[in-house]
């Protein structure tokens, strides 16, 4: 098993003195690398040449900076096929989306080296005469950056590219379950081209590595996607540091009923058991009209049944593992804590050690209640919870009837009832006639509620978590001018 190290400075550190971690392939529980344990003094190290590495970084043209994301996005491109293996690999999604994970890190290369030509500010008029006002944007410095597993190339991917169109340099922490995903990434943009301290990356714990990170004095943002619980810590210790919170869903898909049946169908399989539902935009509640309820329970019941669990990599597999051991055992807990709470269990809810990785049978729960706990908290895995409702408003009361805000999606053929919902859901993203799933990197994505902090990624709103603005006065008056004060002689 290969053993890496950290990566500083353009290059593969080993402290003296350090631990080891192992990530395991979850399909057999074998180990796929090991990597070094950083520790604070190493975070240290990286903000410090991070910081040296800045100045020249954001001095380069921003087009210039384009040019070198570009690079990285046409190298991805070449290795997409090795890459989306590793993902399948080192993560456990199956290959189609091992390979959409990829696509995903390509495509916001490919959009953020465009905002390298465009990083607009804004111009307005003055109120005074000969006077020109404009807005630019300034990159924050260095930032850190913190990442989960469930993307493991496409997530380091949607942070690195606007930090470094911005002119940032960062540290990257990338998740314990997935660092050889992100050691790729990062050995991709350097041969493209980033200057070495540019990127540096300190794997390690959460608890250590992450925890300083956050704290960092010398740091001027910390971007982080995770759980909600990590997030919370991240929003209290952060200090004055501008912060990017992307944290859990509980998103729902509502099923009236002039909805196409079948298409709602293929929507609830692929949000509920694609990724093994560890998606933040999983569907993971499905509220449906009492008229079709019955019917649609039936056939979710019948595919569910039918998808086949294995070996990510092999073509015919619906489902791959999940991530590791305490997943399995958390969503086994929800399965439990469901049937305590008296919904019914009508397929799936238990673990399939015999596969020899981390694999649970796709569940399904119906005569859910929203205020179940099944209903309301992350599970993380592939289930799925079933309730009834009278009309869309009743559907959207139930929607919203969450702590979180992320994705939702409603199938019908009403015209009406579509834009009602998507003036009433509270969340960052309204699917109409589609999954909860399908962020395109050109818009923003995000959350509201205890989804996050409104920060939005992607998109034209990406660049924002990652620049200041600046307002910039040009006075060509030749004499002094006050603003305010001067108004009463215009008179
Ligand atoms: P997590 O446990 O919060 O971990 C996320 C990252 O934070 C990992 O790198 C982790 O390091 C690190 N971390 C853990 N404790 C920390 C601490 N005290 N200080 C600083 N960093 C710390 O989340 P996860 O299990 O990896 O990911 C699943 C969660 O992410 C779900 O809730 C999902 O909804 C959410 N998510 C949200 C979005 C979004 O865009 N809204 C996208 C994807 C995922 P270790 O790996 O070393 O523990």
Redesign the pocket.
Known sequence: MKKYGLWIAGREVYPKGRKTFVSLNPTNKRAVASFCSGSETDVNTAVAVAHQAQKKWAALPAPQRGEVLLEVARLLRRRKQQLGRLVSTEMGKILSEGLGDVQEAIDIFEYMAGEGRRLFGHTTPSELRSKFCCTMRRPLGVVGL??????PMA?PAWKLAPALVCGNAVVL?????TPLCAYELVKTCEEAGIPPGVINMVT????E???H??RHEKLAGIS????????E??AA?AGLKRVGL????KNAIIIMDDADLDLALEGVLFGAFGTAG????AASRVIVSKEVKDEFEEMLVKRAERLRLGDPLKESTDIGPL?NENAVKKTHRYTEIGKKEHAKLVTGGYALPEKGGFFYKPTVFTNVKPHMRIAQE?I?GPSVSLMKVNDVREAIRVCNGIEYG?SSAIYTNDIQKAFTAIEHIEAGITYVNASTIGAEVHLP???IKK??NGTR?AGILGVEEFSEVKTVYIDYSGKLQKAQIDVDKRK
């Not at 913190?146 to 993307?151: D, G, Q, S």
């Not at 390690?204 to 608890?207: C, Q, T």
């Not at 982080?224 to 997030?231: A, D, K, L, M, Y």
């Not at 992307?246 to 869903?249: D, N, P, Q, Y």
């Open positions: 913190i990442t989960p597993w469930n993307f997530i922490k990338p998740a314990s379950d390690g714990s959460g608890d590595v992450g925890a990170i956050i982080f996607t995770g759980s909600r619980v990590v997030g810590f991240v210790n992307e944290l859990g869903g560890q998606r933040c935009t991530i992350e993380f992320l994505f995000g959350g989804t996050g990624e």
